[in-house]
T-cell receptor, first 114, second 110 residues
Framework: KAGVTQTPRYLIKTRGQQVTLSCSPI?????VSWYQQTPGQGLQFLFE???????NKGNFPGRFSGRQFSNSRSEMNVSTLELGDSALYLC?????????????FGEGSRLTVL | AQRVTQPEKLLSVFKGAPVELKCNYS??????LFWYVQYSRQRLQLLLR??SRESIKGFTADLNKGETSFHLKKPFAQEEDSAMYYC????????????FGKGTMLLVSP
């Protein structure tokens, strides 16, 4: 079956702009999580969506938001971009039920803010 | 608050040598621990989880609740084991949120 697909793979923005990243989970997976990966901080949890509802959120400012659609596809948005938002944004999908389960990661969207 | 610590950024060994990647966690509840691996130019993927108590690619990890550790071990390292390894902590609340350590790069030389 197809893996987790993230688009776009690479993008460059300037400070103050906004960006939307997209994630298509594995078919049948109802949970989508987003992580920010940087060399200094490693993988940091942004938020998780399950059945179109945000059910967990990490410690990021309100400029970071997301949503999930009825087909489980998810988008995340970052408004008023800052230089520090430059990172690899990883999406992961899972079945989302029961105990913390195996996450299946996409290849990521690499955002560069100039 | 949950925390995962991987004290070594880089671990370099020779082929055939034993490997131990350290992971310590901080969590007040019942933890679920994972090791994820990222090989060069590949996606981050699950290597093993403590609840399965299985050996994957020769790697094992035992949860030690007394020492709050979940070290990853392999008796004889292979060159193909070279990769970035992340220890991750999950909570038993039905959520799919994991707290990751900062990772350890394992380099296995011939």
């Amino acid at each position: 079956k197809a893996g987790v697909t993230q688009t776009p793979r690479y993008l460059i923005k300037t400070r103050g702009q906004q960006v939307t990243l997209s994630c298509s989970p594995i078919s049948g997976h109802r949970s989508v999580s987003w992580y920010q990966q940087t060399p200094g901080q490693g993988l940091q949890f942004l938020f998780e969506y399950f059945s179109e509802t945000q059910r967990n959120k990490g410690n990021f400012p309100g400029r970071f938001s997301g949503r999930q659609f009825s087909n489980s596809r998810s988008e995340m948005n970052v408004s008023t971009l800052e230089l520090g938002d430059s990172a690899l944004y990883l999406c992961a999908s899972s079945l989302g039920s029961g105990q913390a389960g195996e996450l299946f990661f996409g290849e990521g969207s690499r955002l560069t803010v100039l | 608050a949950q925390r995962v610590t991987q004290p070594e950024k880089l671990l370099s060994v020779f082929k055939g040598a034993p490997v131990e990647l350290k992971c310590n966690y901080s969590y007040s509840g019942s933890p679920e621990l994972f090791w994820y691996v990222q090989y060069s130019r590949q996606r981050l993927q699950l290597l093993l989880r403590h609840i399965s108590r299985e050996s994957i690619k020769g790697f094992t990890a035992d949860l030690n609740k007394g020492e709050t550790s979940f070290h990853l071990k392999k008796p004889f390292a292979q060159e193909e084991d070279s990769a970035m390894y992340y220890c991750a902590l999950g909570v038993l609340s039905g959520y799919s949120t994991l707290t990751f350590g900062k990772g350890t790069m394992l380099l296995v030389s011939p």
